[in-house]
Nanobody
Framework: QMQLMESGGGLVQPGGSLKLSCAASGFTFTGITFSTWVFHWYRQPPGKERERVATISNTGETTSYADSVKGRFLISRDNAKNTVYLQMNNLEPQDTAVYYC????????WGQGTQVTVSS
């Protein structure tokens, strides 16, 4: 059973930056390792539905982003460290949300979330 743990959230002023991390552990299936999985970052703003922010392929060669964060956010991964990252630059108040990482295409593996608040 894979476990995901996000970290790096906090309070930042508009225009600032944060880097979120998602550390994966608990791989129990032979041949199924961190590098097998596609990963996503999602966020849920206050009072709104959860939305996808970014996706990265298992090799890291392919990424995609929501239009609202293109050019400001960068998703990356370090397969040697079993960690996925989300570098967030030029943050705006509307980026305020709980940020979650998710593994794969289903809904079996989610982290617990980390709060990002953008406010002056």
């Amino acid at each position: 059973q894979m476990q995901l743990m996000e970290s790096g959230g906090g309070l930042v002023q508009p225009g600032g930056s944060l880097k979120l991390s998602c550390a994966a552990s608990g791989f129990t299936f032979t041949g199924i390792t961190f590098s097998t999985w596609v990963f996503h970052w999602y966020r849920q703003p206050p009072g709104k539905e959860r939305e996808r922010v970014a996706t990265i392929s298992n090799t890291g060669e392919t990424t995609s982003y929501a239009d609202s964060v293109k050019g400001r956010f960068l998703i990356s991964r370090d397969n040697a460290k079993n960690t996925v990252y989300l570098q967030m630059n030029n943050l705006e108040p509307q980026d305020t949300a709980v940020y979650y990482c998710k593994a794969g295409l289903g809904n079996a593996y989610w982290g617990q979330g980390t709060q990002v608040t953008v406010s002056s």
